[in-house]
Structures are given as structure tokens and as C-alpha cells.
């Protein structure tokens, strides 16, 4: 009774347990559909479906053909080799009870076994779907490479797919053979008696074709080894050098035809019987293998090379440099000799008075607070950390500009914050805030051209609203209440009104949340049941997600590798993300390899990730917009002679816009991207030599200052744009520099100019063609027997100057902090002119950083002015040629040093109470006559307010 209980309780519990397990299945499954159906909507939406569609059609065709490639010849060599096995063999006692254990799961380890490899087989080759797609697509480059003559697309695209499919095919024999050894060895058709091993018929063909084809694969493996020479790095340079090229090269041809013969011996032992070929020309194949591939090598690197290392690597070394210029773009790089000069005299800035009318005071990574502070107006909007620099046509003139987006903060929001607000009310930010980058206020303050909420100012009407920016929330549901009152917060009440204005959402960004299929979709993607239970959302409801403009443009265009720095622009009436996207590979022959991220990190840029990060070939070849409004994604092609972005255009044909379609306007804020100059100079700091000996004794080799305003100095001073006129440009023109120094350590290391490199990065107006200047890459090279002070050098110059000095302690003295600015390097008045703004913040929570000072430098010779035209007039011996003469009063120092500071009797003499007021209180707290200590404190106040007010 109780057995017949108990199995009436655990067959009463089965269905139970099925149905739980079902429903967990089904629950799992429908995740999983939810996670799939919205990237669907999402790619839908955004007009790009057939991006996802080619991703995954071509993930899981490559599966299936993976999964079977490998699956279908494993299981065949299985069931040959036990079908093919001797009926009456007789089997030690070991190997029957292995046959006891293996025949009831015959069959399953018989399929078992080929899908379990099929399946390692399937996931590697769907990761690696684009290289085949590269090389069924493949565009020749027109441009040859030096050793073998082969088109470069060659070692772009049909390489790394040669490549993969050998080592895809080598495993697959590989695993056959292991899986016919071993069933053939279960079942008897191997066997060793008396230390005799006898191999079947059956068996020793089976083994033998296998072992032919795996060793015929090596052969063509080895062969196309020759060809990967050209990539890779040795410890002087990449690429084939002379050992490769004279011992490598022709050793593993001749070794890829050692293989092809000791695979003809396999075959002959599949008829004959007779294992020794096989295995004596297997030993003499590895033998050859060390020999040919690393001994001989090594004897030519080691014996005839290294005596003569300078001459005879020479031609190798010129394709190394020849090579690497083109991959990076700096072959055409204009080498101008500039015979700096380091004397300031009198007029001497009078032929770049543009350039210096033009020089950016404003810091965009220091100015921050201060559009925080003005143009904030509430928590729950903010500013990113560092701005950007753009330009815009005012009164006819280009004015470079300090901009920023003016972002939603939902952190902000505070104890209001719920589901409602967060998604429904706070959905974006507003406005754009644009300040003059060459002018500040008389207090210090930036003078905008574009500010304010509503916003108003120089960039006539706009779209203001940033639904889509690099800090929008996660997702929020917007354009619910057409036909009602609005419910999304546009902006808040200007003056001292409460008044709050509302908006609906009126684009297309989102997928519609138009029936409940789509709302629990999106509730289970963002774990949120309000999306279904709220009233907020109805059919005229979008959802906005992934709406980083970066994240955006990577969804969109993965073959693309992205600037780390989007940044703002108002084109054509809207507010638009400008991005540049890039064309990168790692395979381009003779070409050194460069880690991206490491090339970008400067004290702008702390870190990036990157899918592919070192590179040896790149190029802009994508300009690629996000509307800040309804998140739409534009590609235009930029670069439409690169192979790789004509290749990529074959596999996603149509999602990329040719560049005749580009407006003017939008053109006029395109700019050379950042990370592309940066990789360009770390490579320019080196194979700016073309003369092999020289590169070869790196005895003229650059690098990168560090910057001296950065909290930690010993990162990169980060480009910086400004419009100026470089020598060999005709007209002053929106351009990205940096600097070189001698790239030494230790006691050797010079902080002198070698090199200064610019690139025009004004594309013009002109809808639909770039201006003929862009992309103009120009290298001044400075003199070796004239010293040009570097950035570090000028820095400490200006630390170290006492008038300099004795202010900026005064300026930092109480409650004040002294920052200061980018220090800008500009090639003017026949020398280099530095120009560093100086900032003033109290340490107040409300406080923002003021310019009250400007440092210039040209030589040793230094001036510390409250404006720039001051400071030039001051440097220059009263007349720098770009604007009035100083006052009498303002007239050069006649000190005998190098600086040129301006006299102050009003200052002298409050700085001189401030030292005999420091001196009392020292007294008084040292007698512990604290009456007195207050006293001489108080004088110490009122003689630094004196100094402060004698100083502006």
C-alpha cells in the first residue's frame, strides 16, 4: 500500500515538473525573443535593418556551413573506420572490456562527438563571417606591394581569409584522423602484438589519405607563411628584412615543396603498405622545418647581416618608411624648413595680424564651470567636462567658438525623482551654448554668441532640443500625449516666474509602442512593468534607447572604427552630433604596427577601447551626423578612394551617402578628426626621416611633449585647433597642430622645438566637394643650431620668472585658486609664439574660473598682460603689428633679465604692505599675541585686495 502511494505521488508530480519546465523554457525563450524583437524595431526605425539583417543571416550561414564542415568529415572518418573494421579480429582483454563500455553509446558518441566539434566549429567560423565577406567583396587598391608585387588588397582581404580557412581545414583533418585512429584501434583494425603494430587494410588507407591531405594542407599553410612576412614585426621594423627576404622567403617555399612530396609518400603507403616513407619523410620534414625556417635564418641574420646591418637592411628599411607613410596617410606631408627666429622685434607680428586676431583664449577644459555657472539655470542640466571647439560664420567672418550641449541630468532631479519623471518628464536636454573662443568679458567672464533658455544669440533658428546626446538617460518614452496636454518638461520658467514650458516629442526616433505586444517587449528588455501599467504610454508612444550618438553610429556601421571625440554643430536649422568614423586594418604590408588607443592618449583623451586596436593602416573615410533631435543617422563617404570602405560599401550596399550629398553648411563644420591626427604624429615622429641610415640610427627621432599644465605631466599635450595661417598657406584657414621635441630619456632629454605639425582642417562651404586645402598635412622642421624653447621649457620659464611668479602668489593668495590654460604654440613673426590664458576661481561652491591674465612667450623673452593685444605690444617692444601701442605707462621692463613685465607703483606698494603684514602676524603667533596676530591678518586682507584690485 505504501509503494503503490508513493508512486501515485511521483507519478502525479511528473506532469507537474514537465509543465514547470516548459514554462521555464518558454519564459527563458521569450527573454530572449524580447531581446531580439527590439533590436529589430530598433534597426527598423533608424532605417538600417539590412545592417542586422547581413549580421546575423551571415553569423548563422557561417554557422551551418562551419558546424557541417567540420561535423560531416569527423562523423564519416567514425563511421568509416567501424564499418571498415575486421569482423574476426582478435582483441586483448583490455580492449574488450573498452568495448563493453563504448558499443552501448556507439551511436550516440558516433553523432555525439561530430556535433559537439561541429558546434566549437560553427561558433568560430560565424565570429569570423566579415573575413570571408571581405574577400568575396574584395576591391583592388591599384598600389603593388614590394616583394612579391601583389595588389595590396591581397594582404588586406585574401590573406587572413586564406589563413583562416587552412587552419579551419587543418583542424578538421586533424580531428578526423584522431577520431578514425581511435575507433579503429576500439574495434581491433589497430592493434600491437609482441611490439608489432599491424594496421587493417581499411584502416591504413583511411589513415594514410588523411594523413596526406593534413600534411599537403601544411605545405600550402607554409607557403602562404611567405607571404605573412610582409606584416610582420621584427625588432627592427615591419615587414621582410634582409634575412627574411634572402633565407626565410625561399626556405619555406622550399620547405611548403618538401611537404607536398612527403604528402605524395602517405598516399603511395595508402597502396603499399609501407610506413617508413611516411614516417622518415615526416622526421626529414620537421628537420627541414627548423632548418630552413629558423636555423638558416639565424646563421644569415646572425653572420652576414649583423656585421653590415646599416647597408645591407637599407632597401628594406626604405620600404618600411615608404610604406608606413602611405598606410597612415603622411606620404604627401609638405616638409617646410622654418629658420625660427627667437628675437621679438618691434612690428614683428604686423604680416600674421589674422592669425593673432584669431588666437583661442578660451580654455574648453576649463571653462566648464563657468558655462555651468551661467548657463546652467537648473540641477538637472550639465555640461560635459571638456568642451569642444568649433567655428561659425558671424558677420561674415569665421569665428572660432568654445560649444557645448546643454545635457539632460536626470541626477539632478533629486528626491522628484520616480518612473514617471525620469522616463516620461525629463526626456531631454536643450539648447546649444556657444561663447567666442578669442574674446572674454571684462571680468573674465566668456562673451556668448549663443546662450540663454529659450536660446538666442548669432546661429540664427534651430532645433534646440538634444533628446539624442552623449548623456541621455537609458530610455524614455516621448510623443504620448498628441492630442493632449504635453507632458515632456521642455524648459524651465525664465526670471522669477514659476511657470515650467512642456512639449510633445514630434519625430521619428523610437520604435511606436503601439500595441501591448510591444510594451511587454520593452518591459522585459528594461525590466520596467510600468512601460505596460502606465496610462502615460499609448499608441502615439516612442521609446528612445542607445542614444550615445557614438553607440548610435557603431550600431549602424560596425566596420567602423570611431573617434573618441563627437562634438556639436548646428547645421541646416538643426543641432547634429558630427562623428568621424574610420576605415582601420593591421595588414597592410612593410607597415609599423601602432596601438591606437596608446597614439590617442594624451591629457584630452585619458582612454578609449577599441575593437581593433593595433593598426597599421588608416583612414577618415567615413563623416558620419546624428540629429540631436530624432537620433538620425547619416553616413556620408568621405574617403571614396579607400578599398576597404569600397569593400565594406559592397556588403552593406546603400547605407552610406556619397559625399556630393554633403550641404555647405554642414561641410563648413566638418573638421580633420582628432584621433587621425594623433596616430599620424606618433608615426611622423619617427618616418618624418626617409633617409634609411638616418632611420636606422634614430639619431633624429621625435616625440610628443608632455603637457605642463596637465595635472599628471607626464601624459601627451593633446592637439589643439585653431585658425591660423601656417607658412605655405595663402589665407588663414580652421587648423589642428601639435608640437615635437627630441625624443630622448634621461640626462638627454631636450625640451627644444624639432617640429611643428598642422593640417588644414577647414573643409570650406562648397555643398558637396571639400575645399582643395583639406587634409593638407604641413611639417615645419626647425634648424638644429637655433634653440626653440618647447612647451615644457616656456612653461617652467613662466613659473620661474619672479614678476610672474610674485603675481600669480598674489592671485592665489586667500581664497582664490590661479589655473592655467592651454599653453598654444603658433607659428607667427618669423618664430614660434606661445600663449597661455590665466585663470582666477575662488573656492566657493558657486564659483567659476575668470581670465584675468594672458602669458605670452616668443624666445626666452615673456610678457604677463590682462589682455593678449597688451601682452603681444609688451613682448614686441610696444609694437607687436596687431593693435594699438601701450600705454606710457604699460612700456617694457628695463630690467635686465629676459622678462618683460609692466611696472605697478600701486601694486609694489600693496605687495610690500602684504610682506610686512605676513612678517607681524608671523610674530604675533610665535608670542602667542593673538590681539596682534588679528591685527596684522586684517592688514594682510586689505593689502591683498589693494594688490588684486592694482593688478586687473
Known sequence: MTNSNTVRRKSSRTPLAITIGVLVVLLIAFFVFASVYSEVLWFEQLGFLNVLLTQWFASAGFFVAGFIAMAVPVWLSIEIAYRRRPVYARLSSQLDRYQEIIEPLRRLLTFGVPALLGLFAGISTATRWQTTMLYVNSTPTG??????GLDISFFLFELPFYQ???GLFSAIILLSAIAALLTSYVYGSISVAKRELRVAKAARIQLAILGAVYIALQGVSIWVDQFATLTSASGLMTGADYADVNAKIPGLQILSVVAILVALLFVVTAFTGRWRLPVVGTALLVVTGLVLS??????????VVAPSERSLEAPYIARNIDMTREAYGVANVQEIPYNATTDATPGALRADAETTASIRIIDPALVTASFAQLEQFKQYYSFPAELDVDRYQIDGKSQDSVVAVRELNQAGIGSSQSWYNNTVVYTHGYGLVAAYGTENSTDGQPVFLEAGIPTSGSLGTFEPRVYFG???PQYSIVGGAAGSSPVELDYPAAGDTNQQT????????GPKLDNIFKRLVYALKFQSEEIILSDAVSNDSQILYDRDPRTRVAKVAPYLTLDSDPYPSVVDGKMVWIIDGYTTSQNYPYSRVESLSAAISDSATTSSTFAIDNVNYIRNSVKATVDAYDGKVTLYAWDENDAVLKTWQKIYPANTKPMSEMSGDLLSHVRYPADLFKAQRAILGQYHVTDAGSFYSRDDAWITPNNPTAVDTSVFQPPYYLTMQAPGQDAPAYSIYSTFIPDATGTNSRNVLTGYLVADSDAGSTAGKPSAGYGTLRLLTLPKDVTVPGPGQVQNNFNADPNVSKELNLLSQGSTNVLKGNLLTLPVGGGLLYVQPVYVQSTGNTSYPLLKKILVAFGDKIAFQDTLPQALDVLFGGNSGVGTPTKATDTPSTDTGTTTTTPNA???????????????????????????????????????????AASM
Request: proline residues 3%; glycine residues 6%.
Open 470 to 472: 552623449e548623456k541621455s
Open 906 to 948: 600701486a601694486l609694489n606698494a600693496a605687495l610690500q604692505d602684504a610682506k610686512s603684514a605676513i612678517a607681524d602676524r608671523e610674530a604675533a603667533r610665535i608670542a602667542g599675541d593673538w590681539t596682534a596676530f588679528g591685527a596684522a591678518d586684517a592688514r594682510l586682507t586689505a593689502a591683498l585686495d589693494r594688490a588684486l
Open 294 to 303: 629558423m636555423g638558416y635564418p639565424w646563421v644569415v641574420q646572425r653572420f
Open 164 to 166: 583562416a580557412v587552412i
Open 143 to 148: 598600389t603593388v606591394d614590394p616583394q612579391f
Open 502 to 509: 512642456y512639449t510633445t516629442f514630434a519625430g521619428d526616433g
